[in-house]
């Protein structure tokens, strides 16, 4: 199965908050994981990403956590800002695959008030 | 920076025209990619290719065609446009080396009516 599930389809969280999107997967040939970035009219880019051999991995204010025993890994975003307002996709892949095909998240829609 | 470029950004055909998207990467990428998005779907990947000429089918393939004559173009055929292909197109591209690190293009919404 290379279903990733994502909750939650959308989030709204006030400045300086601390919003969690999660994702979960089923096939344990996964070995990479990003999330990608999308604003309003361009097209996502990547962020952030993670492979299973660590727990946890900050780049600035975002953080993923990996769980892997649970087969779920989430993102964090510090002292969250409104410019951080945007679509947020993660997704998996895997030598298995060949590491091009990229499984997908439906996204999550995130909007930091002021 | 890595640039990826779709030749439109909005798009309007009639149901049974042929269209073309075509895409262009400047960073010597040997893999590109076509996905559509849309609401509550996420990005599905309709073909990718890892060298010129080769491709290969990615999850919603029908419907769809694609051409990789050079290494830095890679162009989507929809062959005969259905109202079901509305939708909004990226392309993206990656490195060989690193084939999960792909790099988007800002998309074409192709509305057809």
């Known amino acids: 199965q290379q279903q990733v599930k994502q909750s939650p389809q959308s989030l709204i969280v006030q400045k300086g908050g601390i919003p969690i999107i999660n994702c979960a997967y089923e096939n344990t040939a996964f070995d990479y994981f990003p999330w990608y970035q999308q604003f309003p009219g361009k097209g996502p880019a990547l962020l952030i990403a993670i492979r299973p051999d660590v727990s946890e991995k900050k780049e600035g204010r975002f953080t993923i956590s990996f769980n892997k025993s649970a087969k779920q890994f989430s993102l964090h975003i510090m002292d969250s800002q409104p410019g951080d307002s945007a679509t947020y996709f993660c997704a998996a892949t895997g030598s298995n695959f060949g590491n091009e095909k990229l499984t997908f998240g439906t996204g999550t829609r995130l909007t930091i008030i002021p | 920076d890595v640039k990826v470029t779709q030749s439109s950004r909005y798009l309007v055909k009639r149901t049974g025209e042929k269209v073309f998207l075509e895409c262009v990467q400047d960073m010597d990428h040997e893999n590109m990619f076509w996905y559509r998005q849309d609401p509550g779907l996420g990005l599905r990947l309709i073909y990718f290719?890892?060298?010129?000429?080769?491709?290969e089918k990615g999850d919603i393939p029908e419907g769809y065609s694609v051409s990789r004559e050079k290494k830095e173009r890679f162009s989507l055929i929809l062959e005969s446009a259905s109202t079901n292909q509305t939708s909004m197109y990226l392309c993206?591209?990656?490195?060989?080396?690193?084939?999960?690190?792909?790099?988007f293009g800002p998309g074409t919404r192709l509305t057809v009516t």
């Open positions: 290719s890892y060298d010129v000429k080769m491709k």
């Open positions: 993206a591209s990656s490195p060989g080396d690193r084939p999960y690190e792909q790099y």
